[in-house]
């Protein structure tokens, strides 16, 4: 087992160490790519989201359909007596299509 003395001689060298840290060498033009890289992707996405598409009618587009979904909606669940029978349809059938009472029989 180690003794308290060892241990605070292996911390020192550790410590001693760290004070005589190397700086390192840096490629001089580090910086202007990091630079350049930057200035691409800030000249890329400006595009993508300044897009008259994206800013304008997409939000206008969503809009619409939401007024539309409302307004269907409205006309589907509005309460009225809308119950017709199978004659009905029938009778509606052969006025359209010009049936005469002969020709209605096919229905049945």
């Given at each position: 087992m180690r003794t308290n003395k060892q241990i605070e001689e292996e911390v020192k060298k550790t410590m001693d160490l760290l004070n005589e840290k190397e700086s390192t060498e840096i490629n001089p033009f580090f910086y202007t790519r990091v630079k350049a890289k930057l200035d691409e992707v800030e000249n890329t996405s400006a595009v993508k989201e300044g897009?008259?598409?994206q800013l304008v009618l997409k939000p206008a587009f969503l809009?619409?359909?939401?007024?539309?979904?409302?307004?269907?909606?409205?006309?589907?669940?509005?309460?009225?007596?809308?119950?017709?029978?199978?004659?009905?349809?029938?009778?509606a059938f052969s006025e359209d299509y010009s049936i005469t009472d002969s020709d209605s029989e096919i229905f049945n």
């Open positions: 897009s008259y598409f809009a619409v359909i939401i007024s539309l979904n409302i307004v269907s909606g409205y006309f589907l669940l509005k309460e009225e007596d809308q119950s017709y029978s199978r004659e009905d349809f029938i009778n």
